[in-house]
């Protein structure tokens, strides 16, 4: 080996494993971020879902109920109730920049106030 060729050799092992080790940094940031914005997903379905069961329960007291906004967390469900029998709860859970929509159909059969529909909506 010539002089000063261990050197070179050094300085590409060096180059190579920073290369490396700064895209796995970067990919574990990556995953890291997709990670939370499924959970986000995961959670404001669970905010839109909680406004869902609200609803039916303040139909339940009140049957001219229209909706409203509830917090839940560091999230918010806006409710919308229209129809009169059945009754249709459009229901948006927030929270940051994510959003889900659920749609409940729900009706009074015999006095018992029953749902025949629960479906998250997708825009």
């Known amino acids: 080996m010539k002089r000063g060729q261990t050197l070179v050799f050094l300085l590409v092992f060096v180059s190579m494993s920073l290369v490396i080790t700064t895209a796995a940094v970067i990919l574990a940031i990556a995953n890291s971020q997709t990670t939370t914005g499924q959970e986000m997903a995961a959670h404001t379905l669970t905010i839109a879902e909680s406004g869902a069961e609200n609803a039916l329960l303040n139909l339940l007291r009140n049957p001219a109920y229209s909706g409203g906004t509830l917090t839940v ?25 994510f959003s889900r929509q659920v749609r409940v159909i729900a009706g009074y059969s015999e006095g018992i106030l029953s749902v025949s529909s629960w479906q998250e909506m997708y825009p």
């Open 73 to 97: 967390g560091q999230g918010q469900a806006t409710i919308e109730v229209t129809g009169s029998d059945p009754f249709t709860i459009n229901v948006t859970g927030t929270e940051g920049s």
